[in-house]
């Protein structure tokens, strides 16, 4: 009976052993991006969930636009920070789209639009760029949108200072709503293209410029709706000059009634009808980024192949550690057996 104790427990120990070795060896993967101070909420900056199926299957709180061609969007799981992940891709067609979401801010304050992963399989032919509209908008052609640098090329982390790739942007809210956009311009096609979008953030940024003067686009309507007004006289005087001058007027009753063409039929268009100059949006460079905190400065800029192989690498300098482990408890097991049964066959 107290063999059968010893084997059991020996077994046990064992077990435990081999279990926290394997843990030690499996990747972990995390969704550092969405964590505070993101003001996006989790669930829409992880997308982690989706609505709808191909070609129109996006991540939850957010909403595609299209500036031409017709891609497939759909869930897929080629990503460094947690699957899912957002596949964009087509087979031998060029396009310019993207995806937004709008969020609750602080009115006045700075903000900084980041992105975690976006990896093309052919990265020249992708560019990759973030927008902020700090009036709320969801229009990406409006003038309100301020525009990060577009980065075409290597590149999978996005979300690193120089010398690695960062096509992060800044703008400070107008509102208590901002609108991020994100943007694909793939406008060369090399067969079955595609690219894998995941963690899109909006953290605050007290460095960003100051607030822009919205532009309202009431003035152009107006404009629009004078025109037809200003154009009216110009018609009155052509119907006047049509007159032909030398038909014979009947002679009446009284000549002096005779109605006769008279200088005021010409009216001067009033100068209210000119539209007022509409101020224009000039984008205001992005400042140099600081580091995020929660990043692991060691993956940056890696690609996933990479990744892996750094903890592989780790994990094999566990692994004399682990084995030595062990060793130590398998001595220390073989010990307590071989008391036990030193001390049973003295009973005996």
Not at 101 to 120: C, D, E, K, L
Not at 135 to 156: A, C, I, K, L, M
Not at 280 to 285: A, G
């Amino acid at each position: 009976m107290l063999n059968r104790r010893l084997r059991y427990a020996a077994l046990t120990l064992f077990s435990l052993c081999w279990g926290l070795a394997l843990s030690l060896n499996q990747p972990v993967y995390a969704s550092e991006p969405c964590n505070p101070p993101n003001v996006i909420p989790r669930e829409v900056c992880d997308f982690d969930s989706f609505h709808g199926s191909p070609p129109r299957q996006l991540p939850n709180g957010w909403t595609e636009f299209i500036y031409y061609g017709d891609p497939t969007f759909m869930q897929d799981k080629d990503t460094f920070w947690g699957v899912p992940s957002l596949r964009i891709w087509s087979v031998g067609g060029t396009f310019e789209v993207g995806l937004y979401t709008q969020v609750g801010v602080t009115p006045g304050a700075g903000y900084r639009a980041s992105i975690a992963w976006g990896a093309p399989n052919k990265p020249d032919t992708f560019g990759r760029q973030l927008g902020i509209d700090p009036t709320g908008g969801t229009d990406p052609r409006s003038p309100n949108v301020v525009w990060g640098p577009e980065h075409f090329g290597p590149g999978r982390i996005l979300n690193y200072p120089p010398p690695d790739v960062n096509i992060d942007v800044r703008a400070r809210a107008v509102g208590d709503v901002m609108t991020v956009f994100f943007k694909v311009n793939h406008p060369q096609s090399q067969g079955d293209d595609l690219i894998f979008v995941d963690a899109i953030a909006l953290y605050p940024d007290e460095s960003a410029p100051a607030a822009i003067q919205p532009v309202e686009a009431a003035p152009q309507e107006a404009a629009q709706e004078a025109a037809p007004v200003a154009a009216a006289p110009a018609e009155a005087e052509v119907a006047v000059a049509s007159i032909p001058t030398d038909t014979p007027i009947p002679p009446t009753a009284t000549p002096t009634e005779t109605p006769s063409p008279t200088p005021t039929a010409t009216a001067t268009p009033t100068p209210t009808a000119t539209p007022s100059p509409t101020p224009t949006l000039t984008p205001t460079p992005t400042a140099t980024w600081t580091p995020w905190p929660t990043a692991t400065p060691e993956n940056a800029g890696l690609s996933v192949e990479q990744a892996q192989l750094q903890l592989a690498s780790a994990a094999a300098n566990v692994e004399p550690a682990l084995l030595f482990l062990v060793g130590i408890i398998g001595f220390g097991g073989a010990g307590i057996f071989g008391s036990s049964y030193w001390w049973v066959r003295r009973r005996r």
